[in-house]
């Protein structure tokens, strides 16, 4: 009842049995016409691989892994993934084509609050100018927090580190706790601040004595014990720049700092 030939084999052109009607049948782990393809190891990415043999998987240039799922990134990426062979696309923190170079700890970190602004001093240093009103490392801590001033007084920022309270008549002093003596008058009274300036009552305290003085806050432009000092021509410490060969100045506490280009060091680069 044999119509066909089938001769059973085992070699490179063909792996199966031949049934008493001369049908092959391929044997465990190959497919095919003949037979000849191996199958591929159950969670292997056809794809991306070869199978010489059955349950095995090889991969194919540019893809790496147990089951070829992984691709090989950019030779010389270091901080980098990639989700086709050859990128670099760079993990958080990194950038340049081998994701090597750090990016600036400001842009990174953002590490400045309340509106105060980063600079890069090199690698993982860095220094926040605060906005008025706020002070510390990282401008987190307010002038004015809650209960600074008393008795119904008014917090105000003075300068980028302080503040002052605007206190009700008769309390007068730096957190308005003291009380006007009666019949004196406050020393604002005779309007000491020029150029709008605003003026503040303070108390200051020699040893076991006190005295009802005022400070001025000044608008942009004045300086001065009265705001009486015209600064609206540039007297930055930063003007003109001190650092040299392409350095940046950055203005700090009362001080500058020069943030050097490559290839220079030093405090004027």
Request: net charge negative; charged share 15%.
């Amino acid at each position: 009842s044999c119509t066909r030939f089938c001769r059973a084999r085992d070699d490179y052109l063909g792996h199966f049995t031949c049934t008493a009607t001369g049908q092959q049948v391929c044997k465990d782990g190959w497919q095919g016409l003949e037979c000849s393809q191996a199958i591929c190891s159950s969670r292997c990415m056809a794809t991306r691989a070869t199978c010489p043999a059955p349950n095995t998987c090889v991969c194919l240039p540019g893809w790496r892994g147990q089951h070829c799922d992984l691709c090989t990134p950019r030779p010389g990426c270091q901080h980098g993934t990639c989700s086709l062979p050859g990128q670099c696309a760079c993990s958080h923190g990194w950038t340049g084509p081998l994701c090597d170079i750090e990016k600036e700890f400001c842009d990174l970190y953002q590490p400045c609050q309340n509106g105060g602004s980063c600079t890069h001093l090199g690698q993982h240093n860095y220094a926040c100018a605060c906005s008025t009103g706020y002070n510390g490392t990282h401008c987190e801590i307010p002038v004015c927090y809650v209960g600074f001033c008393h008795n119904e007084g008014t917090c105000s920022p003075h300068g980028k580190t302080k503040a002052l309270c605007v206190c009700p008549e008769p309390f007068l002093g730096t957190h308005c706790l003291q009380r006007r003596s009666p019949g004196s008058t406050s020393p604002c009274s005779s309007s000491p601040c020029l150029y709008g300036g605003e003026c503040f009552n303070i108390v200051q305290t020699t040893g076991a004595s006190s005295s009802d003085e005022f400070s001025c806050k000044c608008l942009d432009g004045f300086s001065g014990d009265r705001c009486e000092l015209d600064i609206s021509i540039d007297t930055s410490l930063c003007a003109p720049s001190p650092c040299r060969n392409g350095g940046t100045c950055v203005e700090y506490d009362g001080e500058f700092l020069c943030v050097c280009a490559d290839g220079f060091r030093g405090s004027l680069c």
